[in-house]
């Protein structure tokens, strides 16, 4: 019984990192549509050391016309990682310094003529699927299944970092809970205290005011 159970546990286990390897070797471009007039912004939560890399493409049905955007990507402290302005396709990669949300804006304010929505097919690839598998294959020398299983370790290994900034994520939030139920706690006490001693007043003036009036 027992091994059973741990056979069924292990192929589980496989099944469940082949579906995650899958959905993130799946990952299909994002289609932006840009107002005229404002700006249209993705992010993304990613932690730190994690390799990105983005390519973006106007498309346009008027190949004579192809209307030009301007992208800027910012750390989540505000640091500009990348800008361009009037341009119609272009890249950008980086590794991120520390965790937090990521933002890409696009904009196409004030370089269309008679303008209307802009249509851009933004490919954001993070950690294993922003990897080079072609040029890691050519320097090792692998190929077919080697290949596919040094991207299953990749895909492990990322899953695993992931797993561990979730964990430190949640000790954080955890920290944060526990110390807004202190204060909160001791809120309460504080305004319990207040209560009683505005009532011990009160009841301390009515007595006064009774006896200067010689009703008690």
């Known amino acids: 019984?027992?091994?059973?159970?741990?056979?069924?546990?292990?192929?589980?286990?496989?099944?469940?990192?082949?579906?995650?390897?899958?959905?993130?070797?799946?990952g299909e471009?994002?289609?932006?549509?840009?107002?005229?007039?404002?700006t249209k912004c993705v992010s993304e939560e990613i932690h730190s050391n994690v390799v990105v890399l983005a390519d973006y493409v106007v498309v346009s049905d008027e190949h004579s016309r192809i209307p030009?955007?301007?992208?800027?990507?910012?750390?989540?402290?505000?640091?500009?990682?990348?800008?361009?302005?009037n341009v119609t396709h272009g890249q950008f990669a980086f590794t991120t310094q520390e965790a937090g949300n990521y933002l890409a804006c696009l904009w196409a304010e004030g370089h269309?003529?008679?303008?209307?929505?802009?249509?851009?097919?933004l490919d954001w690839k993070t950690g294993i699927a922003a990897k080079d598998w072609e040029s890691v294959a050519r320097k090792e020398k692998i190929e077919g299944i080697e290949?596919?299983?040094?991207?299953?370790?990749?895909?492990?290994?990322?899953?695993?970092?992931?797993?561990?900034?979730?964990?430190?994520?949640?000790?954080?939030?955890?920290?944060?809970?526990?110390?807004?139920?202190?204060?909160?706690?001791?809120f309460s006490f504080m305004s319990l205290g207040v209560c009683i001693g505005v009532s011990a007043l009160q009841v301390l003036y009515l007595k006064q005011f009774f006896q200067k009036k010689k009703l008690i």
Not at 29 to 38: E, S, Y
Not at 153 to 171: F, P, Q, T
Request: without cysteine; hydrophobic residues 40%; proline residues 3%.
């Open 1 to 26: 019984m027992g091994l059973r159970y741990n056979v069924r546990r292990e192929v589980v286990a496989v099944l469940l990192t082949l579906w995650i390897w899958t959905d993130i070797q799946g």
């Open 29 to 38: 471009a994002i289609w932006l549509t840009v107002p005229p007039t404002g």
């Open 68 to 85: 030009t955007i301007s992208v800027k990507v910012t750390s989540p402290y505000g640091n500009s990682l990348h800008h361009v302005e």
């Open 112 to 121: 269309n003529q008679g303008g209307g929505e802009v249509s851009v097919n």
């Open 147 to 186: 290949l596919e299983l040094r991207k299953l370790e990749g895909a492990v290994e990322a899953i695993h970092e992931n797993l561990i900034y979730l964990k430190s994520r949640e000790a954080d939030m955890r920290i944060v809970s526990e110390t807004t139920n202190g204060r909160v706690a001791w």
